[in-house]
C-alpha cells in the first residue's frame, strides 16, 4: 500500500505540489495521469526517498522509504531514463544492484529473461535503444521481487510488442496481490492497464477513483482526462 | 556490507577506472625513473640533496590515479544520460536501493579506501624496483614508516576528491583542479610565497608523511615543518572536514535539484 498524505513540495519561491493526497491499494494498478510538469514525476521522487517534501508525507506500507531496510525487497522503481551508467553493460548495472540487496548473479539473469534482455545483457548501457533502456529499468526493479511496484512512464519508448508486454505483465503483478503505480500520459494504454486513476494538474489532484469513476460520463478516458485538466471540473472523489 | 559490495561491484566495472589503476600503479614508477635518472651522476658521487627523496618524489606526484578514483566514484553516480534515453542519473537508482544515504555515503568512501590502499601497495613495487633497477647499490633503503605516510597519503587524496566531488556533482572541475594541483602548479607552492599557513594545506601536509624528511634547512618549501604525524593529521583534519559538510549538503539535497 503505498499512501500519500497532504503532500506539499516547494521548489525556490514554487509551489510543485499543493497538499496531495492519494492511496494506491494491493491487487490493484493505479494509473497516476497529468501532463507534463504537472507534478507527477516529483511526488513519485517524494515517495522514493530522493527529494524532500515540504510538509506532508508519502508512505510504503505505513513507513517512509528511509526507513525500510532492504527497500529493493519491498518496492521496485523505475524512475526516468535508464538509471545506469552508459558505459557499464546492462548486465554490470543489474549486477551491482543485485548485491546492494544480497540477490544472486542467477537472479539477474531470471530478470534479464523476464524483461527479455538477455541476448543484449553484454552490451553497454549507452548503445541500447529507449526501449532497451526502459526495460532494463524494469529488470532493476524486479530484481528483489518485490510487492509494490513504482514506474514512471513505463511504456515510453516501448515498441507496440513492449507495450503489450508491460500491460499484460502489470495486470498479472496486480492479480497475484502486488500494489503497482505508474505514471503516464499515454491515455491509451493507460486505459486498458489500470484499475484506478489519479489526475494531477498543477500540483493538484482534480480526480480520484476507479477508472470507471473517473471516466464518468465522458466516452473515454483521455475525454475525461483532458476534461477535468483544462477545465479542472469534475472532481470524482 | 552489501552496500560496500554493490560499491565495489559499480567501481570494477567501470571501464574509466583501469585508467585509474594503470596511471596509479605505474605513474610514480615513470617519476620517479625520470628523478633517478636525472639525480644518478650526483648520487654516485655522493653529493646529491636530495637523496631522501629518490623513489618518493614518484609517489608524492603520481597520485593521479587515486584521484580520478575519487572522482569518479561520485561523478559516474551524476553523469546525466542522453535526452533521447530520457536524461536519467544512476544516483537515483543507487538511493532506491539503499535506503540511507550516510551508508551509501560510507560504502563509497570504504570501496575507495581499499582501493587506494591496493594501488598505493602496487605503486610502491613498482617503484622501489624502478628505482633499484636505475640506482642498483646506490638506491636509499626505504624505511617502512615512510611508505605507510604515502600509503595514507594517496587514501586521504581519493577521499578529498570524492568529498569535492560529492559538492560539485560533476567531475571535471575536480579532476582539473587536483590534477593540476598535484602535477604542474601546486596552490601550496603559489600560496607559500605569501604565508606560511601554505605548510597546513592538506598537499603540503599530507606529503610530510614521507616527504621533506631531511633535516637541513633550505629555508624554502621544501623544508621539512611538520613532523610526519602531524602532517598526517593536519590532512586528516582536511578530510574529515569535507567529508562532514559531503555528508550534511548530500543528506539535504534532492537528487532532483
Not at chain 1, 512512464?153 to 502489470?170: K, S
Request: charged residues 15%; aromatic residues 8%.
Amino acid at each position: 500500500m503505498l499512501t500519500i498524505n497532504n503532500l506539499v513540495k516547494h521548489r525556490g519561491t514554487r509551489e510543485i505540489l499543493s497538499g496531495i493526497s492519494f492511496k494506491a491499494r494491493p491487487g490493484r494498478v493505479t494509473g497516476f495521469l497529468g501532463p507534463n510538469g504537472a507534478g507527477k514525476s516529483s511526488t513519485l521522487r517524494i515517495l522514493l526517498g530522493l527529494d524532500r517534501a515540504t510538509s506532508g508525507s508519502a508512505l510504503i506500507n505505513g513507513k517512509p522509504f528511509a526507513e525500510l531496510h532492504n527497500p529493493l525487497a519491498t518496492v521496485g522503481a523505475a524512475l526516468d531514463g535508464f538509471g545506469a551508467h552508459r558505459m557499464r553493460t546492462g548486465r554490470a548495472h543489474l549486477r551491482w544492484i543485485a548485491r546492494a540487496a544480497g540477490l544472486s548473479n542467477s537472479r539477474v539473469e531470471e530478470v534479464l529473461e523476464i524483461v527479455g534482455l538477455t541476448n543484449a545483457a553484454g552490451k553497454r548501457v549507452g548503445q541500447y535503444s529507449l526501449g532497451m533502456g526502459r526495460r532494463l529499468g524494469i529488470a532493476a526493479a524486479l530484481l528483489g521481487d518485490p510487492k509494490i511496484l513504482i514506474l514512471d512512464e513505463p511504456v515510453n519508448g516501448l515498441d507496440p510488442e513492449g507495450i503489450r508486454w508491460i500491460r499484460t505483465f502489470l495486470r498479472e503483478r496486480a492479480e497475484s496481490g502486488n500494489t503497482v503505480l505508474l505514471s503516464s500520459h499515454l491515455m491509451g494504454e493507460l486505459a486498458e492497464t489500470v484499475d484506478d486513476v489519479v489526475i494531477i494538474k498543477h500540483g493538484t489532484i482534480v480526480a480520484d477513483g476507479t477508472l470507471d469513476e473517473v471516466i464518468g460520463n465522458h466516452s473515454t478516458l483521455e475525454e475525461a482526462f483532458f476534461a477535468l485538466t483544462s477545465e479542472n471540473t469534475g472532481d470524482v472523489v | 556490507m552489501r552496500a560496500f559490495n554493490a560499491e565495489l561491484s559499480k567501481l570494477f566495472s567501470l571501464p574509466g577506472i583501469w585508467l585509474a589503476f594503470l596511471i596509479g600503479a605505474f605513474a610514480p614508477a615513470l617519476i620517479a625513473s625520470l628523478d633517478s635518472i636525472a639525480q644518478k651522476e650526483e648520487i654516485i658521487a655522493g653529493v646529491s640533496t636530495r637523496l631522501s627523496e629518490v623513489g618518493y618524489i614518484g609517489l608524492a606526484l603520481g597520485v593521479q590515479g587515486v584521484i580520478i578514483l575519487g572522482v569518479l566514484a561520485v561523478s559516474s553516480e551524476y553523469l546525466t544520460e542522453s535526452s533521447e534515453s530520457g536524461g536519467g542519473q544512476q544516483i537515483t537508482t543507487s538511493l532506491t536501493v539503499i535506503s540511507s544515504r550516510f551508508h551509501f555515503l560510507l560504502a563509497k568512501a570504504g570501496a575507495v579506501t581499499v582501493i587506494s590502499i591496493l594501488l598505493c601497495i602496487v605503486a610502491i613495487m613498482t617503484t622501489v624496483s624502478a628505482t633499484y633497477l636505475i640506482l642498483g647499490e646506490y638506491a636509499p633503503a626505504f624505511e617502512w614508516s615512510r611508505l605507510i605516510g604515502a600509503v595514507c597519503y594517496w587514501t586521504f587524496t581519493a577521499h578529498l576528491a570524492l568529498g569535492i566531488t560529492f559538492l560539485t556533482k560533476n567531475g571535471i572541475l575536480p579532476l582539473a583542479v587536483l590534477i593540476i594541483n598535484s602535477s604542474v602548479v601546486s596552490f601550496s607552492v603559489l600560496l607559500y610565497r605569501v604565508t606560511k599557513l601554505a605548510f597546513y594545506l592538506p598537499d603540503r601536509a599530507g606529503a610530510e608523511m614521507f616527504m621533506f624528511t631531511d633535516n637541513t634547512s633550505t629555508g624554502t618549501l621544501f623544508d621539512g615543518f611538520h613532523t610526519p604525524f602531524t602532517g598526517g593529521l593536519v590532512m586528516f583534519a582536511w578530510v574529515l572536514v569535507v567529508f562532514i559538510v559531503a555528508a550534511v549538503v548530500f543528506h539535504r539535497r534532492d537528487v532532483a535539484a
